[in-house]
């Protein structure tokens, strides 16, 4: 066949393809596909939904099978089941569903796409001399095999654990935790609740964790740490009563024999520096000099 009639059935198919038009529209659809895909592969490799995942994955391969086999039996009990197995599955599912609803929830869109104003002023969740004081006393509990857990309070409220416990309200310290903590009194049993810079209550009682994927060694502690973590944005600090080592966990994994940096690190970063605009700032700082300027006079 000569060239050119290669080169005229090539122009006809190209001249019947058709592109679609590819508006503002689109583009967002398929931002938020991408996003809401990406946090599904995130969510699936951070829970224990990977490991059932797989089991749903052999389930499904073994119905394809049948129906290659045309093992119409099998076919007929599945299409029976159907509507049991989806209903099955969000059962399942439904503690890691909540957990990523919550992060969904947590999440400030316009903020991380648009970062507005970088030069601003800070306000902390709680000051550096509270961060201070945990990590010293978390330290000296461990030094003396002093069991210990702190749960440290985000964005979700721990309202239902703080009512477990007896209410304190008390300023955060290292001798007040410790104390708490000590062998034999009337609070060392259940958690601590933080919230901001003071001690909301105490011998709270947390969740246990159901993952069946953490160590044998871990003991009850380690799994009520674990589990309000799950269940919340806490970070949780565990002492351990039989090694001193300390532990953190949060996400509803769990960090194992950390350092004092690495727990300073941790803390600092749920501080949660709430920003204000430079403008505000400014006009604080302007109001604030205009009255002592008045009061001088």
């Not at 569903?97 to 992060?103: A, M, P, V």
């Not at 929830?105 to 903020?111: I, P, R, S």
Request: aromatic residues 10%; positive net charge.
């Amino acid at each position: 066949m000569p060239l050119e009639n290669w080169g005229e059935i090539f122009d006809n198919y190209i001249s019947k393809i058709s592109v679609p038009r590819i508006g503002i529209i689109d583009v967002i659809e398929i931002l938020l596909i991408s996003f809401f895909v990406y946090e599904f592969m995130v969510w699936i490799k951070n829970t224990r939904a990977y490991t059932l995942l797989r089991g749903i994955l052999i389930v499904l391969m073994f119905v394809f099978a049948a129906y290659v086999f045309r093992m119409n039996t099998i076919l007929w009990i599945v299409e029976k089941m159907a509507a049991v197995l989806i209903t099955a599955v969000f059962i399942i599912f439904q503690p890691e569903l909540r957990r990523i609803l919550e992060q969904l929830g947590e999440k400030n869109l316009v903020y991380s796409i648009f970062p507005f104003d970088s030069s601003r002023g800070v306000e902390e969740r709680f000051t550096d001399r509270t961060v201070n004081e945990i990590c010293r006393a978390s330290f000296s509990m461990g030094e003396v095999k002093t069991g210990a857990l702190i749960v440290i309070e985000q964005n979700v409220i721990l309202s239902e654990y703080e009512k477990t416990g007896i209410a304190l309200d008390s300023l955060v310290s290292s001798q007040l935790l410790i104390n708490i903590f000590e062998h034999n009194t009337p609070l060392h049993d259940g958690a601590v609740i933080v919230r901001g810079n003071r001690i909301v209550a105490a011998t709270c009682y947390l969740p246990l964790s159901d993952n069946r994927g953490l160590s044998k060694q871990l003991g009850t502690r380690h799994r009520a740490g674990i589990g309000v973590s799950e269940v919340s944005d806490s970070l949780t600090i565990i002492v351990s009563e039989e090694t001193g080592e300390v532990s953190m966990a949060q996400g509803g994994v769990v960090h194992r024999g950390v350092t004092l940096t690495e727990l300073k690190a941790a803390m600092c970063a749920v501080q949660n520096k709430t920003y204000v605009s430079s403008s505000k700032f400014k006009l604080w700082k302007r109001g604030k000099k205009g009255h002592e300027k008045n009061s001088g006079k």
